[in-house]
């Protein structure tokens, strides 16, 4: 299947074998900014500018799930734990929320960073080794504890919004993108808060990257 974000705020899935529309999934009243499948492949998450999350069910192909409703500005972007029960969502009213998906209520208070007013655009959970629980989930300019929902590091480097990040598989290094058009940001977990590393080039805010596990971790673009 190939699943698809409309600029109008539905949702498309393809059957890729064929290219014939499986369904359309409606609900989102505004354009959606992010869609993420769950572990099992058998939830979609989808963040939108109407200030809401929903969850979808693809074995159904039907309406909403459930819908998150809390954030007061554009929801970003959402990522689900390992677990199958809670996903974690960030938004440019500045925090993070960790919701239950049975209830769709939100679990605990808003996860912010003292100081810190900038929309978060991004966030991305940490590997962990054998354990399913992740042991933090990266955004905007630091990392939170998963279990605590509190700032417990925070990077420097970039000049402007950070809109993309992501972790080599061991969990141990991170690469971040920004609109600052300067560079590629690494960061060892070791060595926080300051990128050991950058790839200067004008970066936008559709940078991709991926850890190639076969090349010594070499990162492309």
């Not at 769950?38 to 998450?45: E, F, G, I, T, V």
């Not at 042991?135 to 919004?161: F, N, P």
Request: charged share 25%.
């Amino acid at each position: 299947k190939l699943i698809s974000g409309l600029f109008g705020g539905s949702i498309r899935i393809l059957d890729t074998a064929t290219w014939e529309q499986i369904a359309v999934l409606e609900g989102h009243t505004k354009v959606l900014t992010a869609i993420t499948l769950s572990h099992n492949n058998r939830l979609l998450a989808s963040a939108s500018r109407d200030d809401t999350a929903r969850l979808w069910d693809l074995d159904t192909c039907t309406t909403s799930h459930q819908t998150m409703r809390g954030h007061t500005n554009w929801v970003r972007d959402a990522v689900h734990l390992p677990d199958g029960r809670q996903i974690i969502t960030c938004s440019n009213d500045g925090s993070l929320r960790l919701w239950d998906l049975e209830s769709s209520t939100q679990l605990g208070d808003d996860w912010r960073d003292e100081g810190e007013k900038a929309e978060v655009n991004t966030i991305t959970l940490s590997p962990n080794g054998k354990s399913p629980r992740p042991r933090d989930v990266s955004g905007l300019r630091g990392l939170w504890g998963v279990e605590t929902g509190k700032v417990i590091s925070r990077w420097t480097g970039h000049a402007s919004h950070v809109w993309s990040v992501c972790w080599s598989p061991d969990g141990e290094r991170l690469v971040s993108g920004s609109l600052d058009g300067k560079s590629v940001g690494c960061y060892e977990r070791r060595n926080f808060p300051g990128a050991n590393r950058d790839w200067p080039g004008g970066v936008c805010r559709d940078l991709l990257a991926r850890w190639n596990e076969d090349c010594d971790g070499r990162i492309s673009q």
